[in-house]
């Protein structure tokens, strides 16, 4: 029966409107609410509907991060996976790290499929999906908006920039989870303290004999620049005058 | 000097618009000496595409049936045999080069830069995080080969009547079968691409209905426009998924962008900032698009663009 590894990232909370340090050293994040990377929670729904459909016996969550990303494997234990590895990390790191890591745990766990989030919504690298298929030397569906698994093959229509394409690959494979793949469920309270009595396994990347990639450095974050203040405009009439006198229309 | 290799995106017909944006990334890199790679089963005509932007200097067409339908797993291999000699490989930040860029770097061993938004060196760039809501600085260590894709709505379509040198290749690598194109099911429209026009008229939730959403159309059709759409107006499934604009959609800076019925979640206006004139049209005046909107009309839509399309018109 299938086993599968869904990927967790903790990142900072959806609704929270993240502030850059004054001394450009990165992302105010103190204090600031944090969450399961929402592309991660369709990945483990996904996992989690193909386990109710007899698909799959086992569900593995799996982050690499800091200790603290324990709290997101809890919530992905409540939302039904059955066990969970954290790979401490003490540093940030670059989705190709995170992908050795997850390589790592891939050798160790042997799925047959690995879902994870098209991206995360912090670094928006949407990298790591597609690094570990490459590692691993393994299909990747990325963008994944519709999946069927039959046999040793999984069919997945993705959402590409000219429409829908479908493909079909040999399992074990890599799949990216896109927005509408479906909606997660909500976690309920029982589920909660369920999830307390789950394993959860911590290791790191030394004794996965994983050594952080120092190939590429963020030197400075920095705000934005802002957009020029606009103007209200009264009525369509002077809409269309304005934008006449830009010469963007006719 | 700097060898950059760019991987060349295409429909088998016409070179994509956002490989010309790629192009001026490119030559913004200091000493950049630029190939374009066409993969195709008949790579020929696209090539001449290639060719013909002005900072191209080579093209290198590698023809196969195979590659009708690029697949990420068997262009890699053979991308990565391509790179030898090359200090930097470049795609588009598409769904086509998200999905390949990250499976070459990892087979070369480098980490990647997505959605490079400005060069600062040839180790150096700048790209959004967080939606847009920071920037950070990158720097690639020496040695290494720089891996990216490029933010094309970050640069300007370089011009053409260029006239590079074309050669066929053969790379040898060895490509997995592992991985199979079944079907690619495109909306067939006459109407300009969302990701290269100069203007786009975009639809939200207050749109109501996929056939409400049919006035978007019919506004965007009067001015000549693509049209785009926010993540509630696809989610609800007025407009379908190839049409959403913003952090996990497309990325655009038309000349015109009009917003019509979207309040402008952060992660909506990561898609458009780039636009050079905003117009939003919206009920609610506390909305966050009026935020960014060079031009606001607080208005009800279904009033308001009626009267639009009889304006444009006299």
Request: net charge neutral.
């Amino acid at each position: 029966m299938r086993k599968i590894l869904v990927g967790i990232k903790r990142v900072v909370d959806y609704n929270v409107r993240v502030r850059v340090k004054p001394d450009g050293s990165g992302v105010a994040t103190d204090g600031v609410k944090m969450s399961v990377n929402p592309f991660d929670e369709i990945a483990l729904e996904e996992a989690l509907r193909l386990k109710e459909r007899g698909e799959a016996a086992e569900i593995v969550a799996v982050s690499v991060g800091p200790d603290d990303a324990q709290q997101q494997l809890r919530t992905a234990l409540a939302m039904g996976a059955d066990r969970a590895i954290l790979v401490k990390v003490t540093e940030s790191i670059e989705p190709y790290t995170a992908a050795q890591a997850l390589l790592a745990v891939v050798r160790n766990e042997k799925p047959d499929i690995v879902i994870l989030g098209k991206q995360a919504i912090d670094d928006d690298a949407a990298q790591t999906g597609p690094m570990l298929a490459a590692l691993w030397d393994r299909p990747q569906a990325t963008f994944c908006s519709k999946l069927e698994v039959k046999g040793g093959v999984a069919t997945i229509v993705r959402e590409v920039d000219a429409g829908l394409e479908t493909i079909e690959v040999d399992l074990p494979c890599v799949i990216s989870a896109d927005l509408r793949l479906n909606e997660p469920r909500y976690v309920k309270l029982p589920d909660i303290m369920k999830a307390k009595k789950k394993p959860l396994d911590v290791t790191d990347l030394a004794a996965l004999g994983v050594s952080i990639d120092r190939g590429l450095a963020t030197v400075l974050t920095e705000a934005p620049k802002p957009r020029a203040k606009g103007v209200i405009v009264k009525d369509v009439g002077e809409l269309v005058d304005a934008l006449r006198k830009k010469g963007l229309v006719s | 000097m700097s060898k950059i290799l760019i991987i060349a995106e295409h429909d088998g017909k016409h070179l994509s618009a956002a490989i010309s944006r790629c192009v001026a990334c490119a030559r913004l890199v200091p000493g950049a000496e630029i190939t374009v790679a066409v993969f195709g089963a008949d790579p020929a005509p696209v090539a001449r595409e290639a060719a013909a932007l002005q900072g191209v200097n080579h093209v290198l067409t590698i023809a196969d049936a195979k590659h009708a339908h690029p697949l990420s797993a068997v262009l890699a291999p053979l991308v990565v045999e391509l790179s030898a000699g090359y200090s930097h490989v470049f795609g588009a930040s598409t769904t086509f080069g998200k999905d390949l860029m990250p499976r070459v770097a990892a087979l070369l061993g480098v980490p990647q830069i997505s959605d490079a938004m400005s060069v600062e060196s040839a180790t150096r760039f700048k790209r959004p995080i967080y939606a847009g809501n920071a920037i950070i600085t990158v720097e690639v260590a020496a040695g290494r080969k720089v891996v990216a894709t490029v933010r094309t709505a970050s640069f300007e379509a370089v011009p053409g009547g260029g006239n590079a040198s074309i050669a066929a290749v053969s790379p040898t690598a060895a490509t997995p079968a592992h991985t199979r194109f079944v079907a690619l099911s495109a909306a067939a429209n006459d109407r300009p691409d969302l990701q290269s026009a100069p203007r786009v008229v975009s639809g939200g939730r207050a749109l109501g209905s996929k056939e409400n959403f049919a006035i978007i159309f019919k506004l965007a059709d009067k001015l000549g426009a693509a049209v785009g759409a926010s993540r509630a107006a696809v989610d609800a499934g007025y407009a379908p998924n190839e049409l959403q604009v913003g952090q996990t959609g497309k990325i655009i800076a038309p000349e015109l962008y009009v917003a019509v019925g979207i309040s402008g979640a952060i992660q909506h206006l990561t898609g458009i900032k780039d636009a050079k004139t905003i117009v939003a049209i919206n009920k609610d005046g506390e909305a966050p698009i009026f935020e960014v909107a060079d031009l606001g009309l607080v208005g009800d839509l279904f009033q308001i663009l009626p009267e639009l399309e009889e304006a444009l018109t006299k």
